[in-house]
């Protein structure tokens, strides 16, 4: 069993930065592929950004690429997101989530979620 916290979500002005970090308890992450998901009000959770258990493999949403950045640390269990020049599109309830194995872009492929963390861009 997995558990994943995410922390780093709030507030922020268009075009501005946040961090969002996921740590994981339970077990090693080292096995497992990570993601990054969010779900703004009204709409379906939508993938964001997803890394390998290597982190030498990464993929993006368009809408993000450029300008996200995924990283993991298995020494600690953590996963990052870098969100660099945000937009008030962006703003969401952002989930941590993990998989065995490779890296997936459908929510359904992934076992472990985390409970969310808000991010709001102010336009």
């Known amino acids: 069993q997995v558990q994943l916290v995410e922390s780093g979500g709030g507030l922020v002005q268009a075009g501005g930065s946040l961090r969002l970090s996921c740590a994981a308890s339970?077990?090693?992450?080292?096995?497992?592929?990570m993601a990054w998901f969010r779900q703004a009000p009204g709409k379906e959770r939508e993938f964001v950004a997803t890394?390998?258990?290597?982190?030498?493999?990464?993929f993006y949403q368009t809408s993000v690429e450029g300008r996200f950045t995924i990283s993991r640390d298995n020494a600690i269990n953590t996963v990052y997101l870098q969100m660099n020049s945000l937009k008030p599109e962006d703003t969401a309830v952002y989930y941590c989530?993990?998989?065995?194995?490779?890296?997936?872009?459908?929510?359904?492929?992934?076992?472990?979620w985390g409970q969310g963390t808000q991010v709001t861009v102010s336009s």
């Open positions: 339970g077990r090693t992450l080292s096995t497992y592929a």
């Open positions: 890394i390998s258990w290597s982190g030498s493999s990464t």
């Open positions: 989530a993990a998989r065995a194995g490779l890296i997936r872009t459908l929510h359904y492929e992934y076992d472990y």
